[in-house]
Every structure is written in structure tokens, then in C-alpha cells.
């Protein structure tokens, strides 16, 4: 077994490992002012970024769903590994040869489960590709020729093939150190009568890579006659390849697709191929599955798809009846975006590689840029298969294409579409076609309800909140005056729980300037999981306050929270003074009438200060 790794390399690892790069692999982050940046967060579905990074602190949480924690967790939690297997991964990725507390340095094969598969995958690509100059590779480099593709494009895409045998990779691979089960758990083999023998046979073959670039799956395409199986076969689904969230092409069109706020969803490998090479850097391709809702997930956290209009995401079909039935489908799916859809349909039929073949590449960025809005296409489509030479034509015709407009959430949009709608018909009846549209709208689910108001958040609850984040953040600009402060102080129970563990590592008089070890310092003191999802919380959302006026800011609090304290001193004060009687007691009163004029003069010191913010 493998020993445990030794602190100092977690700690190098981390150090090694910019958190902002890490996460920026899987979704794309944008300044959030503060130092703070923001994405859509890859752990549950949300219209709006609420996931946030602060790379001063290497941390990250997202106010959605909670999750939090630094690149480790990261990588833990994204591609579902142990704490070992993600500090195994990200010193790969470093450059760092982790040492084990038991026994030296640990060989790859004590690495865990996904690592090596990756390896496996790894090791088969380079396998395939060192076989595609091969003799019996020659139908494969004909193929690719006569589709303009040259040696060097092979060489960009990882293009390989696999060689009419049984067992050439499984001997290949098993001769390396995998063993056969983990062949077969990785898809790259199958059980045969005698052992396990090559999925891909005579095949060219595509490596389909993640975000990070990391070979998970291949897809084949048979070259001969004598081939009885399917034009394309697919690594079944396995630990590193889930058909229904893989894009072929992502690896290498993700920042062109953030960069551009643009992304070309193509239907094949030879697609994404001469896209890339016409200079359509931004085109994908699903591998043996339709596109679909999980698709839509990664694509929105690269294209940071939040604002309706400023990006756009460009389907392309054949123009047959069978491409406008995929795009009507695509158009299923349109709602959950927000950003503009579009189609992209070449009038004689030819799909990007063939029209690069025979136009050039201009053809293909024609094609590209001559894009037609989903909307459009799916109503124009639609509305094509009536008779529209009579009045009961058009009426069915009205009534298939009013729920595509009808659905439209933006509602100038969805009126513009039922005006065109109206001229594609013919009626020239403005008023009954949308009158048409609004009564298959309200037949619809329902008119969608409007979102509750937040409730608002109260004064000293936020006075409590932006104090324990200056303590997490800025302790420097706190400490002694916080670690002062009255135990009755913090009233929300979350905060009491925080402020306890800023006690517990020391109070933010020992904190320094805070930074990376002091948040660790906190983590290690939190009680339990609750706790650390504070503590990570409060690391990362933003301080309200910019940052030359911080030290400004953090005395205000402070003076804020003192004077909610005195507050209560006050109406301590006064309550019992209510209860004497001034002449017998009299004394008592003015002792406490004094103590009340004092309070009275410190409250009105520290609101001046808190005003101050």
C-alpha cells in the first residue's frame, strides 16, 4: 500500500497549484472586483454565477450550493477522487515527485483508480497514433487525405489507428503494467473466450479528451467493407468517459469559447477538424449521443452564460430532413440557455468537412457567420410542412408554431417572432395571431410566478457579518479590539459558531496579516463540517469596502458592534431605573442615571465612528 504523503509536499503542491488556473480548466472566471473572481458553478445548475475564488487566500465557495474549500477540494470534488488520488493529480500536473512517509517514493502503480486509467488512456493514444503510419494504416491516411486533412492535422487532433488484430493493444498495454480488469473497467478492451481482446479493430481513432486535456474515451470509424459493425463505435461509458457529458473538441475550443462568447456544436470528429483548421476555433461535437441538458451544462460554465444577447451558441446540421429534425430538437433545449441561439445549415446539404473539402475554409466561416437564429429556423420549419394556399392551412400552421413562440421568455422578442410569424402566414392580422399565441401561453404550465423578494437582511446581522469576514480576511485590521469584544456580540448563531473559532486559533491578535495560514489555522480549529463551510465562506465573499478604504472600514464595524453592545448596556440602564422610585431611592437613581448619561456619551462616539464607513 501506498504510505501517506508527507505534509510539506501537500503543502508544496498547494503553493504550486494557482487556484484560479485550476478551476479556469473546468469553467471560465471573471473579475469580481476585490480580487475576487467568478463563474457558474460546476456543481449544481444555476442561471446566474454564484461561485466565487479568491486567489489571494486559494480558496473557493459558491453561495448556490455551499461548496467550498481550496484546490485540492477542488479537484477532489469535480473529478471524484480521494483527498490522495487529487494531490497525486495536481503534483502531475506541477511537475513534483511526491514523497510517502512509508516507504520513499511510491511507483505509478500504487496511484489510484482514475489515475491510472488516465494513464491507460494515455498510453493507448500514443499507441494508436505510432500506428497510423503503419502500412495497414494506409486506408486510414486516405480517408483523412481525401477530407483534407494532412499528416500534421492527424498529429494537432491525436488521430491514430487501430490495427486489425485481436489483442495488439491489449498486449501493448498489459505488456506496459495495466492489468486486465482495468482495461476492461476503462472500455479500452472487452472480455474475449480467452482473454480480453481490442474494442477497436481496423479503425481510425480519435482520442476524446475532458477539459484538462486528459485522454478519457476514443471514437473509431470503420474504414473497410469487410468491417460488419457500425460506421462509428464509442468507448462505452466507464469512471473517466459519461457519453451524455463528454464534447469532443472541448480541450482545445474552451478558451476560444470564453474568449469569443461563442460556441459551434458540430456533429462529428472530421467536423470539429476542418472547423479548427477554417478558423472556427470555437467548434465541439457530441460523441455517439444526441446533444443534450448535461452538454448545455458544461458549455454554459465556459461561456460564463449569464446575460440573454451578448453570447451565442451555434448549432450545425445537414440540411436534410434529418438535420432539421436534430436542430428542432436542439430547440427543445434552447430555454436553457441564456445566451442567443442559433442554426447554421448549408442549403446543398454538405456538413463542415465536405464543404471545406470542396469550397475551402472561407466556405466554412461562411457558413458559420451566415448563422440563422434557433427561433427562426424552428418556427420557418415548422410552419413548411402545411399548405399555407389555404385558411386551413394557415390556421394549423398558426397552431404548431404559436407554442415555439409562445415559450419565448424574453417578451419583446416573443412579440417581434409573432409579428413575423403573422407575415410568414399571410394574415396580416397582427392582433389574432397574438391572440392566438397568448391563449396557447396561458394553456401552457402556467404563466411562470414571480420570484419572492429576498427578504431584507437585518442592519446588525450585516454589522456581524462584514466584522467576521474583516477577521477572516483582515485580521490585521482588527486585533485586539475584535478578540475584546463581549461574548453577547454576535447574535446570529452561525456567527457565534465563527467567532468561536477565531477564539479557539488565537483571536485575530496573533493572526498577522492573515492570508493562507491563518484561514488554515481556522480550519483546523473549526468542530466540525459546518463549521469549515463557514470558515471557507467567509474567506471568500467579498468584504463590501474597497480595498484603500479597508482599514477605514474595519474600525466602523468595530464601532458599529460596540455600539450595539452599549445599546443593550443602555436599555439595561434604563430598565431598571424604571423600577426605582427616585425620592426613597435616591442614591441608586442618580447612580444609575449617571451610568445611563455615560453610556449615553460612549454610544454617540462610536456611531460617529461607525459612520465613518
Known amino acids: 500500500m501506498a504510505g501517506r504523503i508527507r505534509d510539506v509536499d501537500i503543502a508544496l503542491v498547494r503553493e504550486r497549484s494557482p487556484i484560479a488556473e485550476v478551476i479556469g480548466e473546468h469553467i471560465q472566471l471573471r473579475n469580481a472586483g476585490g480580487g475576487n473572481l467568478k463563474g457558474l458553478c460546476p456543481f ?34 469535480v473529478e471524484h477522487l480521494t483527498f490522495g488520488e487529487a494531490v497525486e493529480r495536481l503534483a502531475q500536473r506541477a511537475g513534483i515527485q511526491l514523497q510517502y512517509e512509508q516507504g520513499g517514493y511510491v511507483p505509478r502503480r500504487d496511484h489510484g483508480e482514475r489515475a491510472r486509467l488516465i494513464e491507460a488512456h494515455r498510453a493507448a493514444a500514443e499507441f494508436y497514433a505510432a500506428k497510423l503510419m503503419s502500412p495497414d494504416a494506409a486506408p486510414g491516411r486516405r480517408f483523412l487525405s481525401e477530407r483534407g486533412f494532412e499528416r500534421a492535422d492527424a498529429e494537432t487532433f491525436g488521430v491514430g489507428y487501430a490495427p486489425a488484430e485481436w489483442e495488439a493493444l491489449a498486449r501493448h498495454l498489459m505488456g506496459r503494467g495495466f492489468t486486465a480488469e482495468e482495461l476492461i473497467k476503462g472500455g479500452l478492451v472487452r472480455e474475449g473466450r480467452r482473454g480480453p481482446i481490442d474494442r477497436f479493430r481496423g479503425r481510425l481513432v480519435w482520442p476524446i479528451r475532458d477539459a484538462t486535456g486528459d485522454v478519457i474515451g476514443f471514437g473509431a470509424r470503420k474504414l473497410l467493407d469487410s468491417d460488419d459493425g457500425p460506421k462509428y463505435l464509442n468507448t462505452p461509458d466507464s469512471p473517466l468517459y459519461k457519453k451524455s457529458q463528454v464534447l469532443y473538441g472541448i480541450d482545445l ?32 461535437a457530441t460523441c455517439g449521443t444526441s446533444f443534450g441538458e448535461e452538454h448545455i451544462k458544461v458549455l454554459r460554465r465556459f461561456l460564463l452564460d449569464q446575460a440573454e444577447f451578448r453570447g451565442e451558441v451555434i448549432f450545425t446540421f445537414d440540411g436534410d430532413a434529418a438535420g432539421q429534425k436534430a436542430a428542432l430538437r436542439a430547440f427543445a433545449d434552447e430555454q436553457k440557455f441564456v445566451t442567443q441561439t442559433y442554426v447554421a445549415v448549408q442549403a446543398d446539404g454538405l456538413d463542415p468537412c465536405d464543404l471545406r473539402v470542396k469550397q475551402g475554409d472561407a466556405a466554412v466561416r461562411d457558413l458559420i457567420a451566415g448563422r440563422e437564429p434557433l427561433f427562426q429556423f424552428a418556427i420557418r420549419s415548422t410552419i413548411a410542412r402545411y399548405d ?20 419565448i421568455k424574453d417578451p419583446g422578442l416573443r412579440k417581434r417572432y409573432a409579428i413575423d410569424l403573422d407575415r410568414w402566414l399571410g394574415f396580416m392580422d ?55 469584544l463581549d461574548a453577547q456580540a454576535f447574535t446570529v448563531a452561525d456567527h457565534v459558531t465563527l467567532r468561536q473559532v477565531v477564539a ?12 493562507r495560514e491563518w484561514v488554515d489555522r481556522l480550519l483546523e480549529q473549526a468542530p466540525d463540517e459546518a463549521a469549515r463551510v463557514l470558515v471557507t465562506r467567509f474567506a471568500v465573499e467579498a468584504i463590501q469596502a474597497d480595498a484603500h478604504v479597508e482599514e477605514r472600514y474595519g474600525a ?45 456619551q460612549q454610544r454617540r462616539v462610536l456611531r460617529e465612528r461607525a459612520a465613518g464607513s
Request: glycine share 8%; with cysteine; aromatic share 6%.
Open 504 to 515: 479557539a486559533a488565537g483571536g485575530t491578535a496573533t493572526a498577522g496579516h492573515g492570508g
Open 44 to 77: 449544481h445548475d444555476e442561471k446566474t454565477p454564484s461561485f466565487n475564488v479568491t486567489p489571494e487566500r486559494g480558496m473557493y465557495f459558491c453561495f448556490g450550493c455551499s461548496e467550498g474549500g481550496d484546490v485540492i477540494t477542488f479537484v477532489e470534488r
Open 388 to 407: 399555407l394556399r389555404s385558411n386551413e392551412g394557415k390556421i394549423a400552421a398558426l397552431d404548431a408554431a404559436a407554442p415555439i413562440v409562445a415559450g
Open 556 to 600: 466602523a464595524m468595530l464601532a458599529a458592534i460596540e455600539a450595539i453592545a452599549v445599546d443593550r448596556a443602555i436599555a439595561q440602564v434604563k430598565s431598571r431605573i424604571q423600577r426605582l422610585n427616585p425620592v426613597d431611592e435616591q442614591q441608586e437613581y442618580n447612580k444609575l442615571f449617571g451610568e445611563l448619561v455615560a453610556l449615553e
Open 430 to 484: 397582427e392582433r389574432f395571431v397574438m391572440q392566438r399565441i397568448a391563449e396557447v401561453g396561458n394553456a401552457q404550465a402556467g404563466r411562470p410566478q414571480r420570484a419572492p423578494r429576498a427578504a431584507p437582511v437585518d442592519p446588525h446581522t450585516r454589522v456581524e457579518a462584514e466584522l467576521l469576514k474583516l477577521a477572516v480576511q483582515r485580521p490585521a485590521l482588527l486585533g485586539p479590539r475584535f478578540d475584546a
Open 253 to 284: 475550443a474552451k478558451r476560444e469559447i470564453s474568449k469569443r462568447s461563442q460556441a459551434v456544436i458540430v456533429e462529428g470528429y472530421t467536423d470539429v477538424m476542418a472547423c479548427h483548421l477554417a478558423g472556427v476555433p470555437t467548434a465541439v
